[in-house]
């Protein structure tokens, strides 16, 4: 009983401090996250399939077969570096929630920006093609 009360005591106390303090106990966790994140990088790819997979009610074991079959590199670039501290991207449909594919940081954000429109990244592509035979034909 008297580790119960003294618990309390401490919790108080501890809910105190935070709250004086919310900007340093928050800086604190970051830096602690980072340099797990620095050191287990398993652990690090853990945390953010956690974060990205739940959502969509997708598993590990889900995640390591699709990317297995994708040749453990982006579906898109076929880079096998994520370029990016957070890790490979989980894609998918924000309508739906079913995955697409797993990618690399550089081109899930150019899904995004293209905000998943098939015509905007061919008019896109369309564009840079005809800029570089433009200059190529001036040049």
């Known amino acids: 009983m008297a580790d119960e009360k003294q ?9 105190k ?4 303090n919310r900007e340093l106990v928050l800086a604190r966790n970051r830096e602690a996250k980072r340099k797990k994140a620095e050191e287990d990088p398993e652990w690090r790819d853990e945390v953010n399939f956690k974060k ?3 959502g969509m009610g997708f598993t590990k074991k889900q ?3 699709m990317f297995d079959e994708q040749g ?3 579906a898109i670039c076929w880079s096998d ?6 890790g490979w991207q989980l894609d998918h449909c924000h309508k739906t929630k079913v995955v697409r594919f797993i990618l690399c940081t550089h081109c ?3 899904l995004s920006g293209f905000r998943d429109n098939p015509e905007l990244l061919r008019r896109a592509a369309a564009a840079l093609e005809e800029f570089n035979q433009r200059r ?3 040049g």
């Not at 570096?81 to 957070?86: A, C, E, L």
């Open 7 to 15: 618990r309390a005591i401490w919790r108080k106390a501890s809910l």
């Open 17 to 20: 401090y935070v709250a004086k």
């Open 52 to 54: 990205r997979g739940k």
């Open 63 to 65: 995640w390591d077969k």
């Open 72 to 74: 453990r590199v982006c």
């Open 81 to 86: 570096d994520p370029k990016h501290k957070k």
């Open 108 to 110: 899930n954000r150019g």
């Open 136 to 138: 190529q034909d001036d």
